[in-house]
């Protein structure tokens, strides 16, 4: 919160294509505390207690948090789970009526050896929930686990993936997934990461700059 009310509008611009807020975080959503950054694409994003978000909300109260800020959103990210259960029908329902596209995302914090596998058939859950991407971020535990990620990108899905790697091996495994065709690749404005290993954004988009993109495809 104190990150985001002290980047200017300039510094986010730099660093960032797209400006993820995480409504989850904040201790006043309704004050707008992101109106500042007006002019860049927003992502809104409310999430779940148990995939990493803020305070335990209740899903009444994220798809609130969502469907409040639909106007200025860019893009909003609901966890797979979440439409899988249809606790989120009404938010995305709204977000469809506004011709908002919607990330599906998932989480493991743990990083379980089975996750990888279980990718694909997340994304195709997500493509015939009609998202327009699906995103997961797993915990990496050894060098292995960078090119299973970086694998799932060379394979064919219904829909842009967006990967990354949590912890140690996370910086190298968020450029690794840039290079191989990741999309929406996240990085922290301010001082505050909002995951274990994220890059700073104004680095991470250093970084992707002068790497190669489009690798193995
Ligand atoms: O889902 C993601 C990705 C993320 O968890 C990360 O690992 O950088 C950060 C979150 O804010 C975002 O919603």
């Known amino acids: 919160m104190d990150s985001l009310v002290a ?10 294509d797209l400006v993820e807020i995480r409504l989850d975080l904040l201790e006043n959503p309704a004050a707008r505390p992101w109106a500042h950054l007006a002019g860049i694409p927003m992502l809104f994003t409310a999430r779940r207690g ?10 009444a109260q994220r798809s609130g948090l969502l469907e409040a800020v639909l106007a200025e959103a860019a893009l909003v990210d609901v966890e797979l789970v979440s439409a899988g259960t249809g606790e989120m029908a009404g938010a995305l329902e709204a977000t469809a009526g506004q011709g908002v596209p919607w990330v599906a995302s998932w989480h493991d914090f743990e990083g379980r050896a089975d996750s990888y596998g279980k990718i694909p058939a997340m994304a195709e ?25 970086a694998g ?3 394979m064919k899905h219904p829909l842009p993936l967006s990967l ?30 909002t995951a274990p290993g994220q890059w700073s954004a104004r680095l991470l988009k250093e970084a992707v700059g002068v790497s190669v993109i489009g690798c193995g495809g």
């Open 164 to 193: 990354m790697g949590m912890g140690p091996l996370a910086p190298v495994s968020r450029l690794l997934c840039a290079q191989y065709g990741s999309v929406l690749n996240y990085g922290y404005i301010g001082n505050a990461p």
């Open 152 to 154: 799932l990108l060379q």
């Open 7 to 16: 980047t200017t509008n300039k510094e986010a611009e730099e660093a960032c």
């Open 125 to 149: 859950q997500a493509a015939a929930a009609g998202a327009a991407c699906f995103k997961a971020a797993i915990r990496l535990h050894e060098m292995a686990d960078l090119e299973r990620l």
């Open 50 to 59: 148990d995939e990493g978000g803020a305070g335990d909300l209740t899903a």
